[in-house]
């Protein structure tokens, strides 16, 4: 027959077990304990925490930590915080914010699928990155966007898209992390500062007779836009126009020149287009074109001029 202590022994042997394995996690957790710099955690609560790396870091929490030890370090270099993260930061450490530039993506890339055409019906994984291992991607042109999304799958701010085949920024949104550029295995989105409003939307570095084959908007490298440009901003290197966002005035004046129109010019915020509206007659009639205009024939020489009647 089963006595008491039958039950009460293992009960109190697992209580004093419990208890002793608790003082031990103590005791270790006290001697092992990683000591924690409270700068770094008020650093990080002042990052958006998106380990993009940016910065030059690893992530948020290796650039908190940097900044903790070494206050050296610009507390500017955090692209999505901007400079709100940047001032948050500044006051943590008590240093100057310093400026911060803004950035945004930009993808150099115009073939949209009415422009260019495909060698190739690709049905295998849908990635970039798988798809350009297979013959360079199934496009006709190879320095181009394949369009199947990587960018867009690791932007954390839905600020880039894949539309008619071709991964478009949305300049509102975007805060220039690169991490679709980053991303992007054909090597075509670039991180620009926002003030940069005139870009190339070109990759291609083929010979023009070749990129005419491929594209019906690629950069022909005619070097218009070099020699229409008064700042020295606009060179044309390994067949492909390149900007100089340094020197460029954003004057659009490449662009006009361009004969590929391959050259963007982005508008100014709150910018609307002008658009001429001729005036209306007093009768409500169309207006008289210049063209239309009869000038009376002047008089000839020694005549007389005609005198009114009255």
Known sequence: ??????????????????????????????????????TAVKIRECLPGANCGACGFVGCDDYAGALAKDHSIAPNKCVPGGAGAAAAIAAVLGVD??????????????????CTSKEMDYQGIQSCAAVKNFFGGPGS???????????????????????NGVAKVDRDKCVGCGMCANTCPQKIIDILPKTSRVTVGCSSKDLGKNVTKACKVGCIGCKMCEKTCKFDAIHVVDNLAKIDPDKCKNCGMCAKACPRKIIHVVPRPGQ????????????????????EITRPEAPAPGSEPEKKTE
């Open 141 to 163: 042109c190879k320095y181009g966007c394949i369009g199947l999304g990587d960018c867009t799958k690791v932007c954390q701010y839905d600020a880039i898209q894949v539309c």
């Open 1 to 38: 027959m089963l006595t008491a202590s039958a039950f009460v022994t293992p009960v109190v042997l697992t209580i004093v077990t419990g208890l002793i394995a608790a003082v031990l996690l103590t005791v270790a957790g006290k001697i092992f304990a990683v000591p924690v710099d409270e």
């Open 272 to 291: 609307k287009p002008i658009v001429k509206v001729a005036p209306k007659t007093e009768d409500g009639a169309a207006p008289v074109k210049p063209s």
């Open 97 to 114: 914010a310093g400026e911060t530039v803004e950035k945004v993506a930009n993808v150099m890339c115009s073939g949209l699928e009415d």
